[in-house]
């Protein structure tokens, strides 16, 4: 109901600016005569997807994304996720009007509390001082950041879903400085990131949110090979306050059971909540090396049981992985393989993809207490869970992408395993994905 009114209310808001849009245009359409704009369709290989057009002034592309999952657990009782599921069903536009504004809208068509995704105009006149406003992802996590088109797994790593915000309302500055050597992202948020919800994810835990990233290529000017000038490194900060609750960060398996700290629970915190990251980016090729390290630290002022503050609860892991195109294509190459499976009388692009990750929750600790596995224990006792995924990804055309991962899970507290007894956790997981 809450996600209804809220869409209900912003209706009357989004006809105004569809409204000033349209009278823009008409005005702009009047001063140049001279141009002879025009509204054209079109669907080219240039163009990849639908677009509308008219002249310079607009431009409107269509995108949909759908995904397929099959999936198999062991044990079985591992996970209560359907073994068949349609795991997204997106459709949505981008574009721009006036030269200098970019938009993009993305609608959720499956069942889900949040249909709303990406909303958002950015404003592009000066390209190292750009502003954008709307709902869209606090920039925070190279793996989260990347669309879900553009994985080289089928799930996120672990510190990406989990630890790093996603979406939220609110507006950044933002540009590329150096010769786009340098870019940088800072933002304020209404709250933290919907990654943090809880109640059926519909509910913050995080007030306003500050979020900063920067990212850059440290060797693109060094006497070195070509090959490494693609090296990036970055690091990315946000901080918000978080009311008194069970509202702490919390860790999932692959198939969405939680262990940490346990089923239908949260650490009770109050206060601030820090996140802080590092990233690694390397595409030479075929090949690409990605890699992060993620610390979350949530106070816990007046949460003992008599009342008094708590150490922190501190969620941090990392991760790191691979793949080669073993049909020859370069990275930025695979998502369009220049020999289309079908169409372009070749197999596409194949590629291979391995994974390694830990995730891991713990609290400051107080000298000389035991650990407990309780929500308000002064000393929180450990958990972690240490992963592998392997994969293979058929890119067999730009609309159609094949993917099918094998993930071992292996858990260090195996009283919190969503199976009791059992701490090892295997999942298979085949997705089909049509992408325009």
């Known amino acids: 109901m809450r996600n209804k009114r809220t869409i209900r209310k912003r209706l009357p808001a989004a006809s105004v600016l569809l409204a000033l849009l349209v009278t823009t245009l008409a005005a702009n359409g009047q001063e140049v005569k001279n141009a002879a704009p025009r509204w054209n369709f079109t669907l080219t290989k240039q163009a990849k997807r639908p677009s ?4 310079k002034l607009f431009r409107a592309d269509f995108r949909a994304n759908f995904q397929t999952d099959w999936r198999g657990f062991e044990p079985e009782e591992s996970s209560k996720e359907p073994l068949f599921e349609l795991h997204r069903a997106r459709v949505g536009v981008e574009g721009e009007f006036l030269k200098h504004f970019e938009y993009e809208v993305e609608y959720e068509l499956g069942n889900t509390s949040r249909p709303l995704r990406d909303v958002f105009v950015n404003v592009k006149r000066i390209r190292w001082l750009q502003f954008k406003g709307g709902k869209f992802k606090i920039p925070f996590s190279l ?8 994985l080289d797994f089928i799930y996120r790593s672990g510190i990406g879903a989990l630890l790093a915000p996603g979406r939220n309302v609110g507006g950044e500055v933002h540009g590329r400085l150096l010769g786009r050597r340098l870019n940088y992202e800072f933002g304020v948020f209404r ?16 007030g306003v949110t500050y979020a900063a990233r920067l990212t850059g290529t440290p060797l693109q000017d060094l006497p070195l090979p070509a090959v490494t000038r693609s090296f990036q490194l970055g690091g990315a900060f946000t901080s918000s306050d978080v009311s008194e609750g069970m509202k702490g960060m919390r860790g999932r398996t692959a198939g969405r059971e939680t262990f940490f700290p346990g089923p239908g629970a949260r650490m009770f915190v109050n206060g601030q909540r820090r996140r802080l990251g590092a990233e690694m980016l390397w595409t030479p090729g075929p090949f690409s090396v990605k890699g992060e390290f993620i610390e979350v630290r949530e106070e816990r002022k007046g949460q003992s049981i008599r009342g008094l503050d708590l150490p922190d609860l501190i969620s ?9 195109l073993v049909t020859g294509q370069k990275y930025s190459q695979r998502d369009d393989p220049a020999k289309h499976f079908i ?9 291979l993809a391995v994974r390694a990750e830990q995730l891991r929750f713990a609290g400051a600790g ?4 035991p650990p407990s596995r309780s929500t308000r224990g002064a000393n929180v006792l450990a958990q972690s869970n240490r992963a592998w995924t392997f994969g293979v990804n058929w890119y067999m055309n730009r609309w159609i992408k094949t993917q099918a991962n094998v993930i071992r899970e292996k858990l260090e507290d195996v009283q919190r395993s969503p199976v009791p007894g059992k701490a090892r956790l295997w999942t298979w997981v085949v997705r089909v994905q049509y992408v325009l």
């Open 52 to 55: 509308v057009r008219f002249g």
């Open 143 to 150: 793996n989260q950041l990347q669309g879900p088109s553009k």
């Open 191 to 206: 709250h933290d990131g919907e990654i943090s919800y809880i109640n059926h994810d519909t509910e913050a835990t995080g």
């Open 316 to 324: 941090r892991g990392w991760y790191l992985s691979g793949t080669w």
């Open 343 to 351: 169409f372009g009388r070749g197999i596409g692009a194949v590629e």
């Open 366 to 369: 107080t000298p000389g207490t």
